[in-house]
């Protein structure tokens, strides 16, 4: 049996790097994409030292035509993708009325527009795979202080919702993870924990929402 493919939209070094070493563990290889190529060369070397095959992909999520690109690149070398993570976001703080229109555009590209096109791109490359996309809390319980960034949330968890109907019958799994509290090292809302959950989730494919909050 061939090794299965994690993609990795929106590299960073908390959620997505733990669930790039908890996937590796379990016998995936990852593909990762940011605008930083030094980040992701160090994200490489850290899950080297793991034992985990990875390689990084240079790509901007706010620009439509760099992560198309970016990710037929991803298909040009592993031929398919089995898992598709998606977790970027963007959301400035601000009340709604301090915001400019462009502003809030600007951040629903990254939040929820991205992923949209990270699924276009790689649906057709996959054969009974599974998509993740990373939510919050503020997508049930909004704060003024974010709306950019509850707006963004709000967005991928309906996403997550609509996909799912159209997708289930293709045999692709669609799960959000609703993230309520602040993401830390250390705490039960920690980075490694969310990575378990989302493993959880892939194995399951069950539920589209899960939602994760301390007990």
Known sequence: MSEKLLLIVGSGPGISLNTARKFGKEGFKVAMISRSMDSLRRYEDELKNDGII????????????SLRKAIDKVIKTYGKVDVLLYNAASG???????????????DFKISVAGALTAVKETVPHMQNGAILLTGGGLALHPYADYSSLAIGKAGIRNLAYSL??????????????????????GTYVSPANIAETFYHMFENRKDVEVTFEEK
């Open 92 to 106: 400035r703080p601000g009340k709604p009325t301090t915001l400019s229109a462009d502003q809030l555009v600007e």
């Open 54 to 65: 990875a390689k990084g992909f240079p790509g901007d999520v706010s620009s439509e035509e």
């Open 164 to 185: 799912n109907q159209e997708l289930a019958s293709k045999g692709i799994y669609v799960g959000t993870l609703t993230i309520k509290g602040f993401v830390e090292e």
